[in-house]
């Protein structure tokens, strides 16, 4: 029998999870945003190395004004973005065994 007294189950009776493959599935999660926030690390160095290449002449003056604040909104943004995404991908990686320990408990208490 199940919750509803339905000797069928239906889709919300029983929760199933693929460790292994959550367990894949997040550990390429994590390399992927590794991966992305080192690419973007060589990015900003690139950028940053060269900051102020414009000149000091009134076009380049005018064209650091405009640039500079939008770069640097830019490059704080992206990074924070990455940020999020590490440790989203870290939290992820976490629900296996949160599950595995939820599954443990609930068979300890029906012993």
């Not at 690419?39 to 000091?56: A, I, P, Q, S, V």
Request: proline share 4%; charged share 25%.
């Amino acid at each position: 029998m199940t919750s509803n007294g339905d000797s069928v189950p239906n889709k919300f009776d029983v929760t199933r999870m693929d460790i292994d493959q959550f367990n894949s599935v997040a550990r390429n999660l994590r390399s992927e945003t590794d991966s992305l926030n080192t690419e973007f690390g060589r990015l900003k160095k690139f950028m940053d190395d060269r900051f102020g290449c414009w000149g000091n002449d009134d076009p380049g003056k005018q064209f650091g004004k405009q640039y500079g604040p939008a770069y640097q909104k830019f490059a704080t943004d992206v990074q924070g973005m990455i940020d999020n995404l590490v440790k989203n991908a870290a939290d992820i990686s976490g629900i296996p065994d949160t599950f595995l320990q939820q599954e443990t408990y609930n068979a300890q208490q029906l012993e």
